[in-house]
């Protein structure tokens, strides 16, 4: 389990770099769902073997990233909601 979760960390990360970047604009969704997915599967496979610095590094890293992704979006998705349009 803590091969996957590392695995799933790298490819999130990887998936993160490309879309700050717009290195693929044309996948930007499909890589946010990725971000999400990823980032939620290192979250929750961390918490299997044997406890370490580095699953418990991947865990907060992984929460806060998946965290700052949700609340970037309800935050946005409320202003627009809010917003006082012509």
Do not use: C, H, Q
């Not at 418990?56 to 700052?68: D, M, N, P, T």
């Not at 979006?73 to 917003?83: D, K, M, Q």
């Amino acid at each position: 389990m803590k091969f996957l979760s590392r695995i799933l960390f790298a490819i999130s990360v990887i998936a993160l770099i490309l879309y700050t970047f717009d290195l693929a604009e044309e996948y930007n969704k499909d890589l946010l769902y990725l971000l999400i997915t990823g980032f939620t599967g290192s979250f929750f496979t961390s918490f299997f073997g044997k406890e370490t610095s580095k699953p418990l590094i991947l865990r907060w890293v992984s929460a806060l990233v998946v965290v700052g992704i949700l609340l970037y979006i309800f935050v946005f998705v409320t202003l627009w909601g809010l917003a006082i349009r012509p």
